[in-house]
Nanobody, 123 residues
Framework: QVQLVESGGGSVQAGGSLRLSCATSGRTFSGSDFGWFRRAPGKEREFLASISWSGDNTRYSDSVKGRFTIPRDNTKNTVYLQMNSLKPEDTAIYYC????????????????WGQGTLVTVSS
């Protein structure tokens, strides 16, 4: 079992930045891959980024590549989503996920989820 708690969401103007945090407990953090997903109103959950247990491998969706990064700090048992150059279409609830492979973009492959944190980007 693993517990995930996201934080850092909020409201920001277009072009701004936010950093989301996902604090974890209950499982060996350093041995786990992690992913970030989001769900916008009326849309399905969308893969954004993932990182391998070592931190050496990452994947990004085309929609956020070059704007978002997914660093992790194994000393703090925390994975982040650094979001830059935010756009109104980035408005969504953002979720951290664990228990899957960083190679998987399918949200059904990730068994553990946080409660989500809302990001609102205004134009």
């Amino acid at each position: 079992q693993v517990q995930l708690v996201e934080s850092g969401g909020g409201s920001v103007q277009a072009g701004g930045s936010l950093r989301l945090s996902c604090a974890t407990s209950g499982r060996t953090f350093s041995g786990s891959d992690f992913g970030w997903f989001r769900r916008a109103p009326g849309k399905e959950r969308e893969f954004l980024a993932s990182i391998s247990w070592s931190g050496d491998n990452t994947r990004y969706s085309d929609s956020v590549k070059g704007r978002f990064t997914i660093p992790r700090d194994n000393t703090k048992n925390t994975v982040y989503l650094q979001m830059n150059s935010l756009k109104p279409e980035d408005t969504a609830i953002y979720y951290c996920a664990a228990g899957g492979s960083y190679l998987s973009r399918n949200y059904t492959s990730w068994p553990y989820w946080g409660q989500g944190t809302l990001v609102t980007v205004s134009s």
